[in-house]
């Protein structure tokens, strides 16, 4: 049983091209994230969600916008897109038990071209 | 946020300990530690968290000194499975509600050697 899926796994596409990234999670869990891990590898957070409403924004560009349609799944759609987007894109999502752990999922592979 | 700061990779024999550091000077005293492991293209997992005391699981023990400026995760037995990246991460509530905003820094590439 999976978890934490994101959809696709990888995702090439041309600059400017809009498209989406889909994250669900079969943990009941309230609160999901997205990250994003550049090419040096480093783990940003970038949106984080709590029963479908907007928790945290970490300076993320307009370009990306985040849906919850419940709190099973949070998309990640970003609009024309940049060479600099190119990177993995986790999202993971958060127990509220005493562990606090968070679950993430396999990664989205992005490159821009 | 309190930063971190660990080795940018180490070794390890396999079915050795394998130690990994982190400091952590500037934790202040609500916040936790978590330690997290990557392995290869797959997204992070959760290892083991501490606040003041020594904790254990199947995992990995975690050892965090008596002023909280540093922790050490202990793998006892190193295999072959356990070579990733390993991040030492201090936990940041946002809210009432302890929404978490979690930080990654480059974390320690360990390689365990057969």
């Known amino acids: 049983d999976t978890a934490v899926s994101q959809t696709p796994k990888y995702l090439v596409t041309q600059m400017g091209n809009d498209k989406s990234i889909k994250c669900e999670q079969n943990?009941?869990?309230?609160?999901m994230y997205w990250y994003k891990q550049d090419s040096k590898k480093f783990l940003k957070i970038m949106f984080s969600?709590?029963?479908?409403?907007?928790?945290i924004n970490e300076t993320v560009p307009n370009r990306f916008s985040p849906k919850s349609p419940d709190k099973a799944h949070l998309n990640l759609h970003i609009n024309s897109l940049e060479l600099g987007d190119s990177a993995v894109y986790f999202c993971a999502s958060k127990s509220s038990g005493i562990r606090n752990e968070q679950f993430f999922g396999p990664g989205t592979r992005l490159t821009v071209l | 946020d309190a930063k971190t700061t660990q080795p940018p990779s180490m070794d390890c024999a396999e079915g050795r300990a394998a130690n990994l550091p982190c400091n952590h000077s500037t934790i202040s005293g609500n916040e936790y530690v978590y330690w997290y492991r990557q392995i290869h293209s797959q997204g992070p997992q959760y290892i083991i968290h501490g606040l003041k005391n020594n904790e254990t699981n199947e995992m990995a023990s975690l050892i965090i000194t008596e002023d909280r400026k540093s922790s050490t995760l202990i793998l006892p037995h190193a295999t072959l499975r356990d070579t990733a990246v390993y991040y030492c991460?201090?936990?940041?509530?946002?809210?009432?509600?302890?929404?978490?905003?979690?930080?990654f820094g480059i974390g320690t590439k360990l390689q365990v050697i057969p």
């Open positions: 991460i201090v936990r940041v509530e946002i809210g009432s509600g302890g929404y978490q905003k979690v930080t």
């Open positions: 943990l009941g869990h309230d609160t």
């Open positions: 969600y709590n029963n479908k409403e907007l928790i």
